[in-house]
């Protein structure tokens, strides 16, 4: 501390770039360390890191509750919405010029994801705050940096990073959530569930552009037609009864406006863990649980579509197929064969997003476009052998055509928000209104064929620097491109975005992009990598860990490697 007050004043109103003279050192305060990772070059450059780090016997945060991955994850996410509120309110305002003053941590959404911005186990526990380092002009203000390098900080250490200070209630509750979460949905497969709602689920948000529930007055509870209810155990509140949907294909049928893409929705973010309150806090499904969606105009590179798309115009290859903008039914059909080729278990399609020439076809169009002069089997005629042949589930929001009645296992309709299983009724409309359409798909699927990228199409320079930032959660800045994610929609969280970025720039240098792995091999090493070594591995800048990192899926991963511009692949046959 002595120290750090010595530097203080002996910087005070010097250039601002003599505050790099703090970059890697660390200062020993009463009951933490104060550690500058990194100083920003001005007052209005990206903000500067400094980490506080708090050995366990000052915190004291129970062991059980930070062992073990799941509640690690969930105690870390605990204490960063924690110190995220504590700097609010500690927050004195600006304090000179450009981001002077500012104290922030890594936002959290309704998600909880694993991230970088605190670190907890037996010896210690870590946050990561971006600050502004105070000046007035381009001078060091160096009394407003002893405010809050002395008072603001350790003011935030006190009551963000000591469990004396937590509500035991709220934490534990929030602690044993995530765990039921993650306990719920790795019981899904074994059960023969893709996905489980709980009763009295919140499903619909405040808005397109606010993820929080709509409020308790204005929202239908959700509720479990009788016979899909099942009863899941989970290790804290005992016994949770909802609607389990069972594998195969579900169709998600009803009338405009009555719920059906915010089950959907729902069911797209079920592969994480949502806060306590949040209203999707029971609601899971399959962790390879992937939502595809048309996407005209994406690039495609290299992708077998063939089970989907053949005879294209001017003999274009569709075995190996590559478009700089992909239309409508060729970028769903490209988006599908993807998720396929990395694993995945379970699709998820809504309608509203969904090109209508890829999903149906009936028989008076059968009538008037021969099937010689359609390049497009529909995806009614190709969803049945996914699930037979290799095992993907699906699940569909189709509330325009009836056609689907034939392929589905399960018909849920909505209604007034609820969900009814109409699975005998549907049928018997199906074998009393037969639809005269002839099967499409063949005899069996078709190839899924692996793709292997090369290394030197993924470049992450930019002249002669490595230059990746993401911008929001829908884009990266990659070298000189810019990869747009806008409709990956299982990204939730800007700090996945930076994550993708910089997770694929790791990939490069550490040559698990390396001209031999196929994509599908790349991510699952990725995911290895970030199970066995932690999410700081994926930093580039060597040790000196980044606060604002979050984990995406192989999947999301894969989508952004899919959607650089200038990547080429090899198709492994
Ligand atoms: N359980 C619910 N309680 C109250 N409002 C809900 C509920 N579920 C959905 N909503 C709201 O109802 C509206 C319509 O929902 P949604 O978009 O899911 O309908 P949809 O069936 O997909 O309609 P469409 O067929 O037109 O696509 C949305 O504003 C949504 O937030
Ligand atoms: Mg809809």
Same mark, same amino acid.
């Given at each position: 501390?002595?120290?750090?007050?010595?530097? *203080?004043?002996?910087?005070?109103?010097?250039?601002?770039?003599?505050?790099?003279? *703090?970059?890697?050192?660390?200062?020993?305060?009463?009951?933490?360390?104060? =550690?500058?990772?990194?100083? $920003?070059?001005?007052?209005?450059?990206?903000?500067?890191?400094?980490?506080?780090?708090?050995? +366990?016997?000052?915190?004291?945060?129970?062991?059980?509750?930070?062992?073990?991955?799941?509640?690690?994850?969930?105690?870390?996410?605990?204490?960063?919405?924690?110190?995220?509120?504590?700097?609010?309110?500690?927050?004195?305002?600006?304090?000179?010029?450009?981001?002077?003053?500012?104290?922030?941590?890594?936002?959290?959404?309704?998600?909880?994801?694993?991230?970088?911005?605190?670190?907890?186990?037996?010896?210690?526990?870590?946050?990561? *705050?971006? /600050?502004?380092?105070?000046?007035?002009?381009?001078?060091?203000?160096?009394?407003?940096?002893?405010?809050? *390098?002395?008072?603001?900080?350790?003011?935030?250490?006190?009551?963000?990073?000591?469990?004396?200070?937590?509500?035991?209630?709220?934490?534990?509750?929030?602690?044993?959530? /995530?765990?039921?979460?993650?306990?719920?949905?790795?019981?899904? +497969? &074994?059960?023969?569930?893709?996905?489980?709602?709980?009763?009295?689920?919140?499903?619909?948000?405040?808005?397109?552009?606010?993820?929080?529930?709509?409020?308790?007055?204005? #929202?239908?509870?959700?509720?479990?037609?009788?016979?899909?209810?099942? @009863?899941?155990?989970?290790?804290?509140?005992?016994?949770?009864?909802?609607?389990?949907?069972?594998?195969g294909i579900t169709l998600i049928a009803g009338?405009?406006?009555?719920?059906k893409?915010?089950?959907?929705?729902?069911?797209?973010?079920?592969?994480?863990?949502?806060?306590?309150?949040?209203?999707?806090?029971?609601?899971?499904?399959?962790?390879?649980?992937?939502?595809?969606?048309?996407?005209?105009?994406?690039?495609? !590179?290299?992708?077998?579509?063939?089970?989907?798309?053949?005879?294209?115009?001017?003999?274009?290859?569709?075995?190996?197929?590559?478009?700089? !903008?992909?239309?409508?039914?060729?970028?769903?059909?490209?988006?599908?064969?993807?998720?396929?080729?990395?694993? &995945?278990?379970?699709?998820?399609l809504?309608?509203?997003?969904? #090109?209508? %020439?890829?999903?149906?076809?009936?028989?008076?169009?059968?009538?008037?476009?021969?099937?010689?002069?359609?390049?497009?089997?529909?995806?009614v005629?190709?969803v049945?052998?996914?699930?037979?042949?290799?095992?993907?589930?699906t699940v569909i929001v189709m509330g325009?055509s009836g056609d689907y009645f034939d392929v589905a296992d399960n018909i849920i309709m909505?209604?007034?928000?609820?969900?009814?299983?109409v699975t005998?009724?549907a049928?018997?409309? #199906? &074998?009393?209104?037969?639809?005269?359409?002839?099967?499409?798909?063949?005899?069996?699927?078709? @190839? =899924?064929?692996?793709? /292997?990228?090369?290394?030197?199409?993924?470049?992450?320079?930019?002249?002669?620097?490595?230059?990746?930032?993401?911008?929001?959660? !829908? %884009?990266?800045?990659?070298?000189?491109?810019?990869?747009?994610?806008?409709?990956?929609? $299982?990204? /939730?969280?800007?700090?996945?975005?930076?994550?993708?970025?910089? =997770?694929?720039?790791?990939?490069?240098?550490?040559?698990?992009?390396?001209?031999?792995?196929?994509?599908?091999?790349?991510?699952?090493?990725?995911?290895?990598?970030?199970?066995?070594?932690?999410?700081?591995? =994926?930093?580039?800048?060597?040790? %000196?860990?980044?606060?604002?990192?979050?984990?995406?899926?192989?999947?999301?991963?894969?989508?952004?490697?899919?959607?650089?511009?200038?990547?080429?692949?090899?198709?492994?046959?």
């Amino acid at each position: 501390m002595k120290k750090l007050e010595r530097i *203080l004043s002996r910087i005070d109103g010097k250039s601002y770039k003599a505050y790099k003279d *703090l970059q890697g050192q660390t200062f020993h305060f009463e009951d933490f360390d104060m =550690i500058f990772s990194y100083i $920003q070059g001005d007052p209005f450059a990206s903000p500067s890191m400094i980490s506080v780090k708090i050995p +366990s016997g000052n915190a004291r945060f129970p062991r059980e509750s930070f062992e073990g991955k799941v509640r690690n994850r969930a105690t870390a996410d605990h204490i960063n919405r924690t110190m995220d509120r504590m700097i609010g309110r500690s927050r004195k305002g600006k304090k000179g010029s450009g981001k002077s003053g500012m104290i922030v941590i890594d936002t959290c959404g309704q998600e909880i994801l694993q991230k970088s911005s605190v670190v907890i186990n037996g010896d210690f526990v870590e946050a990561r *705050l971006y /600050v502004g380092l105070p000046a007035f002009g381009r001078k060091i203000a160096g009394k407003k940096a002893w405010e809050m *390098l002395f008072r603001d900080i350790p003011a935030i250490v006190e009551q963000g990073l000591k469990f004396s200070n937590y509500n035991a209630k709220d934490f534990w509750k929030h602690v044993h959530s /995530v765990e039921d979460q993650a306990f719920m949905r790795e019981s899904l +497969s &074994s059960r023969g569930l893709v996905a489980f709602i709980a009763d009295g689920s919140i499903l619909p948000r405040i808005s397109g552009v606010n993820q929080r529930p709509l409020c308790s007055s204005e #929202a239908v509870a959700f509720r479990s037609p009788p016979s899909l209810c099942i @009863e899941m155990e989970t290790p804290n509140v005992g016994t949770v009864s909802g609607m389990g949907i069972p594998e195969g294909i579900t169709l998600i049928a009803g009338g405009g406006y009555h719920g059906k893409s915010t089950l959907l929705r729902a069911l797209e973010r079920g592969v994480y863990d949502h806060i306590p309150g949040d209203g999707r806090e029971r609601v899971v499904s399959l962790p390879k649980a992937v939502k595809i969606r048309a996407e005209d105009g994406r690039r495609v !590179e290299g992708v077998n579509i063939s089970p989907f798309i053949n005879n294209l115009p001017l003999g274009k290859d569709t075995v190996h197929f590559c478009s700089d !903008e992909a239309s409508g039914s060729t970028s769903q059909a490209a988006n599908i064969m993807e998720a396929v080729e990395i694993g &995945s278990d379970l699709l998820l399609l809504d309608e509203d997003t969904s #090109a209508t %020439n890829f999903m149906i076809r009936d028989t008076r169009m059968q009538r008037l476009v021969a099937k010689e002069r359609e390049p497009i089997t529909p995806f009614v005629d190709k969803v049945r052998q996914l699930y037979n042949e290799k095992g993907i589930s699906t699940v569909i929001v189709m509330g325009g055509s009836g056609d689907y009645f034939d392929v589905a296992d399960n018909i849920i309709m909505m209604d007034d928000f609820l969900p009814l299983d109409v699975t005998c009724e549907a049928r018997k409309i #199906a &074998s009393e209104n037969l639809t005269g359409r002839s099967k499409e798909g063949g005899g069996s699927f078709g @190839e =899924i064929t692996p793709r /292997v990228p090369l290394p030197e199409s993924i470049d992450p320079e930019k002249g002669r620097k490595v230059k990746i930032k993401a911008r929001g959660n !829908e %884009n990266i800045q990659f070298g000189y491109e810019s990869i747009k994610l806008g409709y990956v929609e $299982q990204i /939730v969280h800007d700090s996945q975005t930076r994550a993708i970025g910089d =997770i694929i720039y790791y990939a490069l240098r550490n040559k698990i992009i390396d001209e031999k792995n196929t994509l599908s091999e790349i991510v699952w090493k990725l995911e290895d990598v970030l199970d066995n070594y932690g999410i700081d591995e =994926i930093s580039p800048f060597g040790n %000196n860990p980044v606060g604002n990192h979050a984990r995406p899926r192989p999947f999301e991963i894969a989508a952004a490697i899919n959607r650089l511009r200038t990547l080429e692949v090899e198709q492994k046959v």
